[in-house]
């Protein structure tokens, strides 16, 4: 299984931005999958997580400005940014918990994308 994501950048203050992480190769289902952020010199944080349900959960700093949302078909999960501070500065990370064909689950992280806001 390999999580590919894209649509990271260079932004201006109060810009928008939407990562996207594709997931592929052989797999049952997919029951939960997430964003974080690690910025340098601190550590990897939660942002936004979708379950398989759909339901949603966003840290307290991005509730309002973030939305995750995910496209089964596609097997892709969208992280909407909005109003993007100087502080969103980060590498961002997908992460799935991936059930395998043979019905167990892993832990499985993209390489990251850069968001860099610009004061």
């Known amino acids: 299984v390999q999580l590919v994501e894209s649509g990271g950048g260079l932004v201006q203050a109060g810009g928008s931005l939407r990562l996207s992480c594709v997931a592929s190769g052989s797999f049952f289902s997919i029951n939960f999958m997430g964003w974080y952020r690690q910025a340098p010199g601190k550590q990897r944080e939660l942002v936004a997580s979708?379950?398989?349900?759909?339901?949603?959960n966003y840290a307290d700093s991005m509730k309002g400005r973030f939305t995750i949302s995910k496209d089964n078909a596609k097997n892709t999960v969208y992280l909407r940014m909005n109003s993007l501070k100087p502080e969103d500065t980060a590498v961002y990370y997908c992460n799935a918990v991936v059930v395998t064909t043979s019905l167990r689950g892993y832990d499985y992280w993209g390489q990251g994308t850069q968001v860099t806001v610009s004061s």
């Open positions: 979708i379950t398989s349900g759909g339901s949603t």
